[in-house]
């Protein structure tokens, strides 16, 4: 295969679908949350697609892009961005149950590993929390989460069917959107200190101290299943 000489660009169905929408290679790694070099690189042909780049382009824009060599191109444009967008847009119903859906995920992706032979709680944990983090950052959402934030502030978000109709949700802590580091140092030496309580030999307890080891375990799952809900 003869060498591409310097200078000369192929255009990609990457390069179309941006250019149609009107953005720069910059303001289309924002929309993206990926980095301009990955943007940069693919549309040089020095990198493929890639599934991660493809789903995201796909939420953005509605089109599943390929990493086949020989693509027919694409035409779009900034009407059938907006078209598309008009498609997904949501309401903050829409948006809550959405969130419903991923907590759900999350739950059992954490009950499983906290599962007897897997205890890989405090790992999962912590993973879950840096790929929040990691998103947060990706989409640059810092301050809409401020916004959002100060907003709920204000009006409180009643998200809970079992509220009240005046009745509002507590808030997380307002000095920062996901106060992970906090609720860490909490819940993981609520966990260690049940696995502690549950290495103890109670045949050697009373009756009154088997009781009491009981009371304890039980409050303990309960302060640690509370602050999970946080």
């Known amino acids: 295969m003869c060498p591409m000489p310097k200078g000369r660009h192929i255009k990609n169905n990457l390069t179309r679908v941006r250019e149609g929408i009107g953005l720069s290679q910059l303001e289309f790694a924002l929309r993206l ?8 690189k693919v549309e040089a042909g020095e ?29 779009y444009s900034k009407a059938n961005h907006a078209a598309w967008r008009r498609q997904v847009r949501l309401d903050q119903q829409s948006v809550r ?14 009950a499983a590993s ?23 950052k990706e989409f640059k959402l810092e301050e809409p989460i401020e916004t959002e934030l100060r907003q709920r502030q204000k009006t409180g978000l009643k998200d809970d069917p079992k509220l009240k109709d005046r009745g509002q949700i507590r ?8 106060p992970a580091k906090e609720l860490c140092d909490l ?7 049940i696995k502690a309580i549950g290495a103890v030999d109670e045949s050697k307890l009373t009756g ?19 602050l999970l809900r946080l």
Do not use: C, Y
């Open 33 to 40: 949350g990926v980095s301009v070099s990955i943007i940069k």
């Open 47 to 75: 990198r493929p697609v890639g599934s991660d780049l493809a789903a995201r382009v796909f939420a953005e824009t509605g089109l599943l892009l390929t990493s086949r060599s020989e693509e027919a191109p694409i035409e």
């Open 97 to 110: 149950e959405a969130g419903r859906v991923i907590m759900r995920h999350v739950e059992l992706v954490m």
């Open 114 to 136: 906290a599962r007897p032979g897997v205890e890989k709680f405090s790992a999962v944990f912590h993973g879950l929390v840096q790929a929040v983090e990691r998103v947060k």
């Open 171 to 178: 808030l997380a802590k307002p000095v920062g959107w996901l």
């Open 187 to 193: 819940v993981v030496p609520h966990l260690e200190f």
């Open 208 to 226: 009154a101290q088997k009781a009491r080891l009981a009371q304890i375990k039980k409050q303990l799952r309960r302060e640690t299943n509370a």
